[in-house]
Structure formats: structure tokens, C-alpha cells
């Protein structure tokens, strides 16, 4: 269903072609290019005039792309990798400062920025969208990035996951526009100055970085204060924050949510079995309507967010409209992988990217109230030692719809040892046991795959779902079947 108010289109900040002067004729070596994010980076930069390098530690699809496109990438990453020629080395947030390449490169005297200092400055080149938030992100960017190319405004982005209806996770548009995720953690955002910008939603995560909920609030706050003063941003209506983070902002603020006192406010309209049409409305007057392909209220909530963010960069509602009923979703948000078959029927298999406790509860509910499974698995993967620590007792809360949850090691990343050795997954499923769930803690994946191979039984939805590479034990449990 489509619904769309007439309404006049804002003025377009699509104007063709970016001051490039910045970057024309520079030498750019991108270290960590075969992610999404870098190889968004090195295309734009090249769009704008620069010639462009870069290196990886593995092949892939992405680094075969950038070779065939004309970016020599080497694959030994020491310090020969670094060119000759080079003004400018860029280095991906998992780079580390004392990497061979970066060490080169400040023995000569090159400059070294960080990937998040160099998605700032080409922002600072285009008519900036950026979208932050704890959880959503990058499903709300890769929404915007869709309705924009379907409504023919031809953007820039860069996406943290892959989304093949649009292309990938990254794209070098003609137009000035450019939508990219403004990640919080170590404060990468407040290297962005966007023209428009959403905050999504704020709660406690990157307690490793942030000493407190009250630090995690005022980073937002920073980063808000950096829109535009002729921009504007779109902030949830209902969270606690909303009034610490915009008090004394110049950008125009308008607040989205479910409540009617929202100035953009989302309904979910139900006729009968059918999916919920997603109905927007400011001010209480109805701009659109579509029914969302991604179940789940957060998934209208995300694009719904999308939809104002387009038409502020000149999308008309009807194109808005038509665009959103078409989105079919990026990898790991919920993603449908195929189905087992056992004798009786069919086990579902999902896979999702949720990592914190509120994205857990969230999409576990959506998924369950969209299947209506016989039993639901969850094989959740915790990623991060202190995020686990931090928030044990969200964690063990955040699972109560799922019948049965099997949890392998959590996956080490960036943590010290002293924080690997002070939890365990164990000690989640404890927790969780304590609390009368099925829980057990098991590892290696292949033990997982046989678990599940005993307990499986038709009608089931099993979901794998975290941050790391948990998505392996899914389509190990769907190879077994053919």
C-alpha cells in the first residue's frame, strides 16, 4: 500500500559536482582499503580528483572490484606498500599506529589520517547526511541511500554492511549529496559536520571507550552541535536525552517517534492479517504510507527516519513512498537464509547483526511476532568482553522470548587480556539459567551445528545472531541438509 500527501518538495541540495579542490591531485594511500568504508573512501576521493592506492591483508570481492576499477591494491602490507608518490596515507579504525605502512609513511614526512578524519573532510565537500545513533544505523543508511537513487538524486555513500540493492556498501555518486553512518565509538563523529543528521536513539554501549552513560550523551551532544547551522536534525521524541543533547543547537531540530506529540510521527495502520502500512505524519497531517518489507516496529521506525531525511535532501513523498515499499534489506538485519528440511516440515534459519541488549530484545520480539515460530533457537555470540561485563544483567534479560539459547566463546576483539579473563560465556548462561531460560554454552561451531542437529525439529526458527562471525554456525546447520 502507497499513500502519499502532495506536498511541495524542499529545496535540493543535489547540486551537481563538490569543491574537489581540496583533493584534486593528491596522492592517497588507503591502508585497510578491501572494507567497506575505506573503499568507499578511496572511490569518492578518486571522484574528486585524487589518485588513489591501497592495500589489505586479503583478497576478497571488494579489493578484485578496486583492482578492475584502476586502484592498485597490494596484498603484503609492509612498508614498500606505501608508494613513492604519496601526500596522504589514510588508515582504517583497525589499523594500528605502529602498523609497517603508517610507520613509512611518518619516517617521510606523509600525512596520516584516520578513516574517520577522512570521511570528515569529504563531507565537508558535499551536502553531508549522517546518521547516528546506539542501534539502526546502518539499516536507516542504507534506506536513505536507496530512496535517493530511486528518486534519481544520485548520491555518495558509505554503509558498514553490504546491501545489494543498492549496490554494496558503498557508492561515488555524481550528485553532492553524501549519506554515511556517524559512528560514535571513539568519538569518530565529532570528526563530521553534516548539513542534516538523525540521532536514531542513545543508550549505555562502548563502555570501553565511554566512562558512563552521561559521557556517552555529551559525545551526541558534541557531534550535534557540528550540524549546520542552516542544517537540521532529526532526533528520537521519546528517548530521556533528547533535550541534554539538543539544548542550545542553531540547526533546525524536529523529533520523530511513535507518540503523537512527535513532530514526525510514525502509526502502524492494520487491516486485518496483512502487514501494518507504515503511516507518516507531521504535524499530525499524513505525507506517506508503505508497507515495510522488514518486519518489526523499529524497522518502521528506521524508515520512517529514512523518509524525512530523503525529503529534506529533495526527494518527493510519492518517489519516498515507492522507494521504502520496495526495500528488502541488507545483509545480517534479519536475514532470511533458507529453510531445513526435516521430515515433517521446515526449520527457518535467520541471521542477524544484534549485539546489544536492546537490539536483541527487539528483533528476537519482531521475529517471533512475524514467524510465529514453534520454538524459537537464538545461538547468540557475544562480541566484546567489557561490552558482556558491562551490561551482564541486559544481556540475560534481553532473550525472554527465545526458547532455547546457545552461546559459544565471546568473540575477543580490542579488549586487553586482563578484560578477556574477567567474563566468560558461561558466565552469561548462568545468568540466564538463574532467570529459567534453556541456555548452555557451547563450543567449537561444529559442536553448535551438532547441538542443533539433536534438538531441531519442524516449525523451528533458528536464529544466529552477533556482531562477529557466528554466521558461519547458520549456514554450516543449512549446508548439512543438502
Not at 596520516?112 to 539499516?139: E, F, N
Not at 555518495?156 to 554515511?180: E, P, W, Y
Request: glycine share 8%; hydrophobic share 40%.
Amino acid at each position: 500500500m502507497l499513500m502519499v500527501m502532495s506536498t511541495p518538495t524542499p529545496t535540493s541540495h543535489a547540486a551537481s559536482g563538490g569543491d574537489s579542490a581540496v583533493l584534486a591531485g593528491r596522492r592517497i594511500h588507503f591502508v585497510g582499503i578491501g572494507g567497506c568504508g575505506m573503499s568507499g573512501l578511496a572511490r569518492i576521493a578518486r571522484q574528486l580528483g585524487a589518485a588513489c592506492t591501497g592495500s589489505d591483508s586479503s583478497d576478497g570481492d571488494t579489493v578484485r572490484r578496486l583492482t578492475t576499477d584502476g586502484i592498485d591494491v597490494a596484498l603484503n602490507q609492509t612498508a614498500a606498500s606505501v608508494p613513492q608518490a604519496c601526500d596522504m596515507l589514510v588508515a582504517s579504525a583497525a589499523i594500528r599506529m605502529d602498523h609497517p605502512e603508517v610507520a613509512e609513511a611518518r619516517r617521510r614526512g606523509v600525512e596520516v589520517v584516520k578513516y574517520a578524519q577522512m570521511l570528515g573532510r569529504l563531507m565537508d565537500q558535499h551536502t553531508g547526511i549522517a546518521i547516528a545513533g546506539t542501534h539502526g544505523k546502518s539499516t536507516t543508511t542504507s534506506m536513505t541511500s536507496h530512496v535517493l537513487i530511486q528518486a534519481g538524486l544520485d548520491p555518495s555513500f558509505i554503509v558498514g554492511a553490504t546491501c545489494a540493492q543498492i549496490g554494496g556498501g558503498c557508492r561515488a555518486g555524481r550528485s553532492n549529496l553524501l549519506v554515511a553512518e556517524a559512528c560514535e565509538f571513539d568519538r569518530s563523529f565529532h570528526n563530521y559536520h553534516p548539513r542534516h543528521a538523525a540521532i536514531l536513539n542513545v543508550e549505555e554501549d562502548h563502555l570501553d571507550v565511554y566512562a558512563s552513560l552521561d559521557e556517552i550523551v555529551e559525545s551526541f551532544a558534541v557531534f550535534a552541535r557540528q550540524i549546520h547551522s542552516d542544517g537540521s536534525l532529526l532526533i528520537n521524541h521519546e528517548m530521556p536525552h533528547r533535550l541534554a543533547i539538543t539544548a542550545g543547537l542553531r540547526c533546525e531540530v524536529e523529533t520523530i517517534g511513535f507518540a503523537p506529540q512527535a513532530d514526525w510521527q510514525v502509526e502502524l495502520v492494520h487491516t486485518g492479517d496483512a502487514p501494518p502500512t507504515v503511516c507518516l505524519k507531521h504535524h499530525g497531517q499524513t505525507m506517506c504510507g508503505w508497507t515495510n518489507l522488514m518486519p518489526g516496529e523499529h524497522m518502521a521506525y528506521n524508515a520512517a527516519a529514512a523518509a524525512v531525511l530523503c525529503h529534506r535532501a529533495g526527494a518527493a513523498w510519492r518517489d519516498i513512498a515507492a522507494a521504502l515499499g520496495q526495500f528488502r534489506g541488507l545483509d545480517r538485519r534479519m536475514q532470511l537464509l533458507g529453510q531445513r528440511q526435516f521430515p515433517g516440515g521446515a526449520v527457518t534459519v535467520i541471521d542477524d547483526y544484534g549485539h546489544h541488549p536492546t537490539e536483541i530484545d527487539t528483533t528476537l520480539r519482531a521475529l517471533r511476532r512475524h514467524y510465529h515460530p514453534g520454538r524459537l533457537i537464538c545461538v547468540f555470540q557475544p562480541h566484546q568482553h567489557s561490552r558482556t561485563r558491562f551490561l551482564m544483567e541486559q544481556f540475560a534479560a534481553s532473550f525472554s522470548v527465545a526458547d532455547v539459547i546457545v552461546v559459544p566463546h565471546i568473540y575477543f576483539v580490542r579488549d586487553s587480556e586482563k578484560e578477556r579473563h574477567s567474563v566468560s560465556a558461561a558466565d552469561l548462561v548462568d545468568r540466564l539459567r538463574q532467570r529459567g531460560q534453556h541456555a548452555m554454552h557451547l563450543y567449537p561451531f561444529e559442536a553448535i551445528v551438532e547441538q542443533l542437529e539433536l534438538i531441531a525439529r519442524p516449525g523451528d526458527l533458528l536464529v544466529t545472531m552477533g556482531a562477529g562471525d557466528v554466521w558461519k554456525v547458520a549456514q554450516q546447520f543449512l549446508s548439512q541438509g543438502k
